[in-house]
Structures are given as structure tokens and as C-alpha cells.
């Protein structure tokens, strides 16, 4: 008899093996590595003490293989730039615990280079007026965005400096959701978001600065949802097709909400619905189509967004 059971255990153990998958085993696996790779980041106890050694620690990133960096609360100062690699992400102890300040020396195009398929959240980061530091960029991403989740990020330029601006996208697009960004120059034109040959979608986010967002090539374009705007948004190209702005479901406080400074082409529109102008439209814009919304008291825009219908 203790041989039938054993046997039938044998058989069923087997069959089981069989039954096992190879996807469902490099799932399994892919859970375990991203275990193995977390990296610590505290002033004291951590696996290190700056968030820039830990990024340099991260080695042979992948899908299957990801690296997390799990920053413990406290203010962490940046003294070389983040270069941000794909497959890794950033994760602090929540805005108000977690602060990064930049105290970067030396030639730099800005504080953060972000990458494809990587991802900073819960934290916040700070560029004071400093004159030691060279740039007035918080994120620059040129061949892959790093997706901000959950961070405040401030940017106090210094007066050397010849413009204050967010984030910077070149030829790559980008996701920010629940984003409080604030750019400030004492004298010069301070800009939130700028992309170039990009397009980023801003989901329940805040955007102040003298200007908020502004394309500067072909290609571009905006995706804004749930969020609110306090600078104005500029369009500043001739795109080749497509929908160059969306705004929806959000609050644009500009007295020049909305500002388009080259020609729509045929083919190529913006849109507004159910969303809160508090100052309306001087004049029309060739190709917007405002939907649904209003001017914050009551007043339903007509499709121009100029005036009520």
C-alpha cells in the first residue's frame, strides 16, 4: 500500500512540474529578482547615504531583472548629477519626508537625466538660487523620460541664469501624474514644461510659472487631465498632424490661457472640455474647439472659449 501512495505521489508531483509553465516561471523569477535588487538609501543604516550612488550601483537593468531605490525620509543633498538608467526606479517616503536639494558643482545640462522605462515618486526636489549651481533644469530627457509620480519639484533660478524651466523633453514623451511643479526667475522668462519634437500628459497635477507649457517644434503636444494650469500654455510650432493640446476636466487660472503662436495646419486641432477658464479667450483660435466649459462662474463658454454661446 506504501508503495501505490508513494508512487501516486511520485505521478502527481510530476505532472505538476509539467503543468508549470514557462511563463508562469518567468514571472516567479522576475518576482524574485525585483526582491533581491532593493537598495536602501537613509542617512544612516541604508545600503547608502546619497541617491546618486545608489543609481550608480544599479548594474545590468532589465525587464526581467529591475533594480528599486527606496529612499528613507530625511534631506538628501545632491552634490552630482542623477543619471536616471532604464528598468530602475526612484521611491521616497512621501513629499513632505523625502527631499532632494541640489547642491550639483560643475558644468550640468541639468539635476536629472531621465531614462525609458524608469520612474521617481513619493519625494520632493528642490533647486535653490544658488549661484554655485549651473543649471536652471530640474529634469532634462532627451533619449528617454523618466515618469514623475507623487513629487513636488521646485525650481528657484538664480539671476545669472538666463531662464528657469521644469522639465525639458527633446524628442522623447513623458507622464507626469499628481505633479506639483513650481519655476520662479527673478527677472527672466521661467517655463514649467518645454517640449521639443515631444509630448507629455499631465494627469492631476499643478503647473505655475510664467509659462507653463510651451512646444517649441513639430510633433508636439500636450495631453492635460484633472490638472491645474496658472501660467499660460503656448504653442509655438506648425504641427504636421494630430491633436496639439487636450485639455480635460481642468482649471487654466491664465489671464492668457491659451496662446497659439503659429497657424494650426488643416488636420490639426485643439480641444477643451469640461474644464474652468477663469479668463476667457480674447479672440478665436483657428482650429480650438472649447466643449463643456465655463469660466468658473456658471458662465458656459461658446466653442471658441471667447465668450458665452
Known sequence: MNIIKSTIFTCLVLLATTLLTTPAIEAKTQEYNSLLNVITVSPRGGDHTNVTDALASTHNASQANPYIILVGPGT?????????????SMRGSGKSTTTLVAKVRGSTASLIDGARDSQVEDLSIILPRNSNFPSSTAMRASTGCTRLKNVD???????????????????TDCQLEDVDLFVSHPTKQSIGIVASLASATIKNSNINANISMMTQAQDGGFDILGSTIIGPIVIDEQSIRGQVLRVESSTLLSANPIEIRSPLVDGVEAVVSRSRISHPLRTAILGLNCLYSDDGRKTTLNRNCTAAP
Open 153 to 171: 519639484i521646485t525650481v528657484n533660478a538664480h539671476a545669472s541664469l538666463a531662464s528657469a524651466i521644469g522639465i525639458q523633453l527633446d524628442t
Open 76 to 88: 538628501y543633498k545632491v552634490r552630482s548629477r542623477m543619471i536616471m538608467k532604464p528598468y530602475v
